[in-house]
C-alpha cells in the first residue's frame, strides 16, 4: 500500500473531489481525518472508510486548530493536507457582487488554505517531511465568466502554494497544487449545468479527451503527490483538465 503508516487530514473530503480523495486514500493504507461543514455526507463517509471525522469551517481558524488536534490525538501525527474545500460563490462580477459574498468565497478558498497550511507545517517540520496539496482549478489558471472572487482565490493559490514549497524545502516538505477541470462530480452547479445539452457539448468540445473528468482523475493525482513517488517534484501544478488548458480546441474538418 502506497500510503501505509501516513496520517492525511482532507479538508472538503465528504463529497466529489474529496470524497475520491479520501476514499483512496484509505484504500492505499492511509488513516485520514476528514474535515469538512457537511455533517450528515461527512459523517457517512468517514463511516463507509473508518476514518475520522471532524466538523470544521476552515474559515474559522479555531476550527481549523481543533480538526489538527484532533488529527494528532488520534493518530500520533500528520503526514499530509490536502486543501480541498472550497467556496464557489454566485455567478457575480466585482461590480455586483456583494462585499460579504467576496469575502465569504476568499475566507475558505484561500484564507482556509492559509489556517490549515499555519498549523500544521510546525507538524510537518517536527516529523522532517510531509505533503500538502492544494487543490486550485483551472478557473485560477484562465479566470472564468461571473466567478471573480473564486477566480481570485484559485489564482492566489498557486503563489501560496511556491511561496511554500520555497519556504520549507529544506524541511523535505513538498507543496502542490492541483487544476482540476470540469469534473463530473457531486456539485449541484455542475449536476443542474450538465443536463443543458449546449453546456455540456461546450465543456466537451473545451477539452482535447472531449469529455468531463471524474473524481477518481483528481484524486489518482493527490495520491501520487503524497507519497514518494513524487519526491522530487515541489511548487508544481498540474492541470488535470482533459487539456482544457494547453490552448488547442478540437476542430471538426469535415464542418469547415
Known amino acids: 500500500m502506497r500510503l501505509k503508516n501516513k496520517v492525511a487530514l482532507i479538508t472538503g473530503g465528504s463529497t466529489g473531489i474529496g ?48 480538526a489538527l488536534n484532533s488529527t494528532i490525538s488520534s493518530y500520533g501525527k500528520i503526514d499530509i493536507l490536502v486543501n480541498c474545500a472550497a467556496n464557489l460563490g454566485g455567478p457575480n462580477n ?3 457582487i ?7 468565497v476568499l475566507s475558505v478558498s484561500l484564507d482556509g488554505v492559509f489556517y490549515c497550511s499555519k498549523h500544521i507545517m510546525p507538524e510537518l517540520i517536527k516529523a522532517g517531511s510531509g505533503s500538502i496539496i492544494n487543490i486550485s482549478s483551472v478557473e485560477g489558471m484562465l479566470g472564468a465568466f461571473g466567478h471573480s472572487a473564486y477566480v481570485t482565490a484559485k489564482s492566489a493559490l498557486f503563489g501560496l502554494t511556491k511561496s511554500m514549497a520555497i519556504d520549507f524545502g529544506k524541511f523535505n516538505i513538498r507543496v502542490n497544487s492541483i487544476s482540476p477541470g470540469i469534473i463530473d462530480s457531486e456539485r449541484p452547479d455542475i449536476k443542474k449545468l450538465k443536463k443543458n445539452k449546449n453546456i455540456l457539448k461546450f465543456w466537451c468540445d473545451m477539452t482535447v479527451l472531449e469529455r468531463l473528468g471524474k473524481p477518481i482523475e483528481i484524486a489518482n493525482t493527490a495520491l501520487f503527490l503524497a507519497t514518494d513517488e513524487s519526491s522530487y517534484i515541489t511548487g508544481q501544478n498540474i492541470a488535470v483538465d482533459g487539456g482544457w488548458t494547453i490552448g488547442h480546441l478540437p476542430i471538426n474538418l469535415d464542418e469547415t
Not at 58 to 64: G, Y
Not at 98 to 104: F, L, V
Open 19 to 66: 470524497k475520491a480523495i479520501t476514499e483512496i486514500f484509505v484504500k492505499e493504507g492511509a488513516k485520514v481525518t476528514i474535515a469538512d461543514i457537511n455533517k450528515v455526507q461527512g459523517r457517512k463517509t468517514a463511516r463507509e472508510n473508518k476514518c475520522l471525522f471532524v466538523f470544521c469551517d476552515i474559515s474559522n481558524e479555531n476550527h481549523v486548530e481543533i
Open 94 to 96: 466585482v461590480v455586483n
Open 98 to 104: 456583494t462585499t460579504k459574498e467576496w469575502r465569504d
